[in-house]
């Protein structure tokens, strides 16, 4: 790994921080001004609007990127790894892992975020897909 994959690699740790401790402010310094999020239903979000889940009813309990990988792209990087949470939100318990893509841009000597992709919830390949399984 290179110095700046570690730098890459550092603001995927200051983000899940962020998230962990639902510290809407930190995402100013975290986040593009043309930031947008992808919840893993296909929600997007907005900066203002990503940062305002903390501002609500959202408490993540845990909160950790497991297994981070950087790959380089001149000045964008491209993070891929496993988003694993406790999250209570509008009454329900998330408790889930889901797939992360990190899309992170250099901007006036920074990284910053660009795009968070997640899917999910995570599944075994051999699984039926929700949308093949029976209902009751």
């Not at 903390?54 to 790894?81: M, Q, S, T, W, Y």
């Not at 998330?94 to 990190?102: A, P």
Request: glycine share 8%; charged share 25%.
């Amino acid at each position: 790994m290179n110095d700046t994959q570690d730098q890459v690699l550092d603001l995927v740790r200051r983000w899940a921080t962020a998230e962990r401790d639902g510290d809407a402010d930190a995402f100013d310094a975290l986040l593009t001004d043309d930031f947008a999020g992808i919840g893993p239903v296909g929600f997007v979000l907005d900066r203002q609007q990503w940062a305002a889940r903390h501002r609500g009813d959202l408490k993540n309990h845990h909160f950790e990127i497991l297994d981070p990988r950087a790959r380089l792209h001149g000045d964008a990087a491209i993070v891929g790894g496993v988003q694993e949470q406790r999250t209570s939100v509008m009454g329900h318990e998330v408790n889930d892992s889901f797939r992360l893509t990190l899309v992170a841009v250099r901007q006036d000597g920074r990284w910053l975020i660009a795009n968070i992709q997640l899917s999910g919830p995570l599944q075994s390949p051999s699984a039926p897909p929700p949308f093949a399984r029976e209902r009751s």
